[in-house]
């Protein structure tokens, strides 16, 4: 996987069952070893986890022009390029992997929200054909792929959250996990607090399918729970109503990266259903067929994703349902070693297969104590790195691309409220938001990455503050950037900046459909344009009556020129809803790549959805 590209940087993960040395080419030419820099974390037996990180003269590549790049290892004695060992990842026109460095970004993909079982059509398999060099798009009949010029391939992709669901696990997931576990020999772990004294007990246990939220039970008391899996401590809250398989050892959550971003193990998984309780057997044959057309597009991904910078950053189901959604949540569950465990290795698996390829420079110090901890063939101080992971605060970062990317992190910078325990935490904290306002201050132009969008459907965030002032933010998962008025007052008055920048553009996912406001400041003449798209999900959708009606009752109650709003925290904002061409109503609810095209002064071009059959749907301009 290509994970970044700069003018003085390359940066590539992958995954090896055996242990090698490797150099880095470029243009077929290999880098100093003195200028690649390779980690390397051992997690199984037949498991190793890389990011190698070439550094390049400032002047090695030029902007718009397109490179090769190869990585050339030392496999049982052996001399291989990465691109001879799996040549289905090459474009036909390409001798190996490539990438197009582009310092002034013109395409940018973004999505969120890729759950592997969900019933329609995957559509991140669509960004093969959108990074495919031009010779090898002309080459193809698909009359929408012939379409995609150079004009419009992506210079990068971000993922704004929930790459995995660790949360909501389907059961033939799950029966692939464990089978990658022993296929991988990737290492358990003891469980402390728990009757599952080490996480190979998990396979066979009674609950293994389809009962593990009986492992995981919520906080009111339930003695034979209690006894079945707790030993009379208090009991976490783990809040997803799917949470029927939730994952909960480090080895099950890096096999659902393998799993889901790879086709390389799924030829050696055997999908058969395991001995199962009988009313769980239609469930499992019906997840099956969505599993088995997931990992049809699965080859497409990998291929797409090896040739397209890959940038990424967490959500909640990446770790699980309501990460950090209030303090009260936090107390429990960060008071319990198990489910500290739990949530420990969430983010363990996270920093692995997703922080180790962030261009991110803090992360340096986890990786040092991460390959310590990685050693001597298992897991040791396990839940001294958990400690060091969950007081770390430095996820987000800054892509220096014109124009700059800010990437945020919205889940363990949070600001936490002091007076209920139970009232939603502010998606950023104060000093999080002043360090964001220096970082944009005084820009022409830049591009904010939120896994949340930060103007939501006004009619679902009212709903979300009733449940809220009732104690039940957790119930309809009230997390917007105005469900904490410190968060919301602090995001307001950076938009209310004499120096924010004139063309402000806002990157978010996380509520499984898609939609676009055009947003400036009321009373005020010179106002920054400010254009939020929301893309997601990947492979997920919002149900969609629900939905439907959410979108007539907002756009009565709340459309532009609407008195309600004037009751809102956004009050001095006006905010217009784009009407997305052929589609009724604003929010589209199909499984989307999300596609923002920028002019050369880094303002909007346009803003389209990639659907998962290659069609495309444009928001109109006001």
């Given at each position: ?11 590539v ?17 290999v ?54 060992l ?36 995957d ?78 007990d ?87 067929v ?6 049809e ?13 890959v ?38 698996a ?117 449940f809220t002032f ?14 904490h ?30 939609f ?50 004037f ?56």
């Amino acid at each position: 996987m290509l994970r970044h590209v700069a003018k003085d940087q390359v940066i590539v993960w992958f995954v090896t069952s055996s242990d090698c040395d490797v150099e880095f080419l470029l243009n077929a030419t290999v880098v100093e070893n003195k200028s690649t820099f390779h980690s390397k974390w051992q997690v199984g037996i037949r498991c190793f986890i890389h990011t190698v990180r070439a550094m390049l003269n400032p002047l090695s590549l030029e902007d718009g022009k397109r490179y090769t790049y190869d990585i050339k290892a030392l496999l049982d004695g052996e001399t291989t390029l990465f691109s001879q060992l799996v040549p289905e990842m090459i474009y036909p026109s390409q001798p190996s992997f490539s990438f197009v460095f582009k310092s002034t970004i013109t395409n940018v993909i973004h999505g969120s929200c890729r759950k592997p079982h969900y019933v329609s059509p995957d559509s991140l398999p669509q960004l093969a054909k959108l990074v495919a060099p031009e010779s090898d798009m002309l080459e193809q009949d698909d009359a929408v792929v012939a379409k995609n010029t150079k004009n419009e391939r992506p210079d990068l992709v971000i993922f704004t959250g929930d790459q995995v669901y660790v949360d909501d696990v389907a059961g033939p997931m799950l029966h692939a996990i464990q089978q990658c576990i022993q296929l991988l020999g990737l290492y358990d772990e003891d469980l402390e607090g728990s009757t599952i004294t080490n996480s190979k007990d998990l396979i066979g246990h009674p609950c293994t399918f389809y009962r593990r939220n009986q492992l995981l039970p919520e906080k009111d008391d339930n003695e034979d729970l209690e006894k079945v899996f707790f030993k009379g401590k208090k009991k976490p809250i783990f809040t997803s109503v799917n949470a029927d398989n939730h994952l909960i050892a480090l080895n099950e959550m890096l096999s659902l990266y393998f799993l889901a971003w790879s086709s390389r193990l799924w030829p050696l998984i055997d999908l058969s259903a395991p001995t199962l309780e009988p009313i769980f057997e239609e469930r499992y044959a019906t997840e099956k067929v969505a599993i088995e057309s997931f990992c049809e597009g699965l080859q497409e991904v990998e291929k797409a994703l090896a040739h397209v910078p890959v940038y990424m950053i967490f959500d909640d189901h990446d770790i699980t349902d309501d990460w950090n959604l209030t303090r009260g949540w936090e107390e429990f569950v960060y008071g319990n070693p198990y489910s500290k465990r739990i949530i420990g290795n969430a983010l363990f698996a996270y920093f692995l297969c997703q922080g180790t390829g962030n261009p991110n420079e803090q992360l340096e110090t986890l990786f040092k104590s991460s390959q310590r901890y990685l050693s001597g063939g298992k897991i040791n101080g396990h839940d001294a790195f958990i400690d060091q992971l969950l007081e770390f605060s430095e996820w987000h970062y800054r892509l220096d691309t014109n124009p700059p990317i800010q990437v945020l992190d919205t889940r363990t910078q949070r600001w936490r409220s002091e007076s209920n325990a139970n009232k939603p935490s502010g998606l950023m904290d104060w000093e999080g938001l002043c360090e964001l306002q220096q970082q944009v201050i005084g820009k022409e132009s830049v591009i904010i990455v939120s896994a949340a969008p930060m103007y939501g459907v006004k009619l679902i965030e009212a709903i979300q503050r009733l449940f809220t002032f009732f104690g039940g933010a957790l119930v309809v998962d009230a997390e917007n950037w105005m469900a904490h008025r410190g968060t919301a007052n602090v995001m307001l008055n950076i938009f209310r900046h004499q120096k924010t920048p004139p063309s402000f553009i806002v990157l978010s996912g996380d509520v499984h459909y898609s939609f676009v406001y055009d947003i400036t400041l009321r009373f005020r003449k010179n106002s920054p344009k400010i254009l939020q798209f929301t893309c997601s999900g990947i492979h997920n959708e919002f149900p969609n009556k629900l939905l439907r009606w959410f979108d007539r009752l907002n756009h009565f109650l709340y459309s532009h020129r609407s008195p309600l709003n004037f009751l809102t925290k956004r009050r001095n904002m006006s905010i217009r809803e784009r009407d997305p061409e052929g589609f009724n109503g604003n929010l589209v609810n199909k499984c989307a790549l999300g596609l923002l095209q920028l002019n050369d002064d880094g303002t909007e071009k346009s803003c389209k959805l990639i659907l998962a059959d290659g069609k495309t749907i444009a928001f109109s301009k006001p």
